[in-house]
């Protein structure tokens, strides 16, 4: 009988697995956008500042990708991106430890942020609600959002974009039409990220009988309502304030990665991959010169 593992070997194990079930590799999508929106709307560095990017960078996507992993453990055992930076491949043993490290970790964050926020912006509580509530709807029993076709990529979108309007919510963000300009570009863009991305998993999906808007609309069409909606955020880029339209030309690198895919097949949809893998390096890039654009409009304002 083989001895059973020391505590130490396995609480590092559990610590393996919480860690990559949050996916490091995307915390920068969920807190820079509020941090970049609290800060631009402030001009301020502060306690809420650090707090909420602390709870948008680890406890908000352990909660969202973690509850994921759980209750998508059996469709992901037929998919063969589980299992590393895409997603956890979580043994059952570890789900109850995954949920609860979610909620202990965003606990008391979410303490603090309601408390340094007070109510002098009582709708940033109504954003933070919805947010939360995305995050549970796109994977729980019962709701299942992400089964719901074009539902499913405008939940996930939320999940981006409502760090950005809890940012400039709770700083009192004064509603333009160049920023409602904006905030629906960035929506476009969260939107066509998810489509694009559920297109590799048609064959898989299907397998487990679980619906998404790209098993709904097929492979091809699918990639194509990304590339209109990617096309639409840099349209909607150019009604803002200056330098903002020259951020209208960011949409090309995504264009160029999803465009060899217009035509693909259900059956060789899985050959998108090459072009998702291209989409998160181009995340990076694209996040480096947003964030230049911003410190230029910070300057010039």
Not at 96 to 121: F, I, K, N, S, Y
Not at 195 to 224: K, L, M, N, W, Y
Request: glycine letters at 8%.
């Amino acid at each position: 009988m083989s001895a059973a593992p020391t505590p130490a070997r396995g609480l590092g194990h559990l610590a393996g697995q919480v860690l990559l079930s949050s996916r490091p590799i995307s915390w920068i999508n969920t807190a820079f956008p509020f941090a970049a929106a609290y800060v631009l709307t402030t001009g301020r560095v502060d306690a809420l500042l650090v707090v909420g990017t602390l709870f948008f960078l680890i406890p908000y996507n352990l909660l969202m990708y973690g509850i994921n992993d759980v209750f998508d453990y059996e469709s992901d055992l037929r998919n063969p991106r589980k299992g590393g930076a895409e997603g956890a491949l979580l043994d059952p043993s570890l789900h109850r430890a995954v949920v609860w490290a979610g909620v202990a970790t965003a606990t008391p964050l979410l303490v603090a942020m309601l408390w340094l926020g007070g109510t002098g912006e009582p709708w940033s509580w109504a954003v933070l609600a919805v947010s939360l509530f995305a995050v549970v709807a796109y994977s729980v029993p019962g709701l299942r959002f992400k089964e719901r076709p074009l539902l499913d990529s405008i939940t996930s979108s939320t999940h981006f974009v409502s760090p950005a309007l809890y940012g400039l919510a709770v700083a009192g963000a004064d509603w333009t039409w160049p920023l409602v300009a904006l905030v629906a570009a960035f929506f476009c863009w969260g939107m066509a990220s998810h489509a694009f991305g559920a297109v590799q998993d048609v064959v898989p999906d299907r397998e487990a009988g679980i619906a998404s808007v790209a098993t709904a609309f097929g492979a091809a069409a699918t990639v194509r309502l990304a590339l209109g909606l990617w096309a639409a955020a840099g349209l909607l880029m150019l009604a803002t304030e200056w330098p903002g339209p020259l951020a209208a030309l960011l949409v090309l690198p995504y264009l160029w990665a999803a465009w060899p895919y217009r035509s693909v097949t259900d059956a060789a949809s899985g050959e998108s991959n090459r072009g998702w893998r291209h989409f998160i390096l181009i995340n990076y890039v694209v996040g480096f010169a947003v964030t230049m654009l911003m410190i230029w409009w910070a300057l010039i304002r």
